[in-house]
């Protein structure tokens, strides 16, 4: 069965310091994986999508994030964090046909003056 | 962002009571999803319609039924609400293909005493 880890329930950095948010996927094909962001009181937004080819994916909001099929992972990156970063990102994956998308748990993202 | 709107936004009801919750598209998407959101479970799927009057169950759908009668309404009812259903609802839609992503209304806060 598919399903999504992210192991970090809560992170904290510093504003400008660099942003790495853990994601495993467990799927027997190639997965289709997102990361989406939620801020307070809001739904969710698309940050960016994995389905083929280069494995590093450029998102908006400056994220980017890799896909490393050895350790089925894809893992959301920020060179210099923002604060108005701060919310809960998630990591999706999407079954062929796609109309079952599995979410991970989140991770809230805490930023520090 | 994408013409989704959920209603009511906020609801307070008795354990018991049957309620029902609104999706409107104005993307005249054929997919359209319920979602529901609890602390440490990220998003789980509840329902999800693939076309006028075509649905189906997600990994969380007992004590929920869903409906559709036009392409830009899904409805989500609680038969008998019970308070394990507190929890902010989303719907979503997407276009067609493995790699569309979901765009997200703003959620329902629902909060069953």
């Known amino acids: 069965a598919q399903s999504v880890t992210q192991p970090d329930i809560h992170i904290t950095v510093s504003e400008g310091a660099s942003l790495e948010l853990r994601c495993n996927y467990s799927y027997g094909a190639t997965p289709y994986l997102f990361w989406y962001v939620q801020s307070p009181g809001q739904g969710l937004q698309l940050l960016l999508k994995?389905?083929?080819?280069?494995?590093l994916v450029q998102g908006i909001k400056g994220f980017e994030a890799e896909f490393k099929r050895s350790q089925s992972s894809f893992n959301l990156r920020k060179p210099s964090v923002h604060w108005s970063d701060a919310a809960e990102y998630f990591c999706?994956?999407?079954?062929?046909?796609?109309?079952?998308?599995?979410f991970g748990a989140g991770t809230r993202l805490f930023v520090k003056a | 962002d994408a013409g989704i709107t959920q209603s009511p936004r906020h609801k307070v009801t008795e354990t018991g009571t049957p309620v029902t919750l609104r999706c409107h598209q104005t993307?005249?998407?054929?997919?359209m999803y319920w979602y529901r959101q609890d602390p440490g479970h990220g998003l789980r799927l509840i329902h999800y319609?693939?076309?006028?009057?075509?649905?189906d169950k997600g990994e969380v759908s007992d004590g929920y039924s869903v409906s559709r009668s036009k392409t830009e309404d899904f409805l989500l009812t609680l038969e008998s609400a019970t308070s394990s259903q507190t929890s902010v609802y989303f719907c979503?839609?997407?276009?067609?293909?493995?790699?569309?992503?979901?765009?997200f209304g703003n959620g329902t806060r629902l909060t069953v005493t």
């Open positions: 993307e005249n998407h054929r997919y």
């Open positions: 319609s693939y076309g006028v009057k075509d649905t």
């Open positions: 994995y389905f083929s080819g280069d494995t």
């Open positions: 979503a839609i997407s276009g067609t293909g493995d790699n569309s992503p979901l765009h």
């Open positions: 999706a994956v999407t079954n062929t046909g796609g109309f079952k998308t599995i």
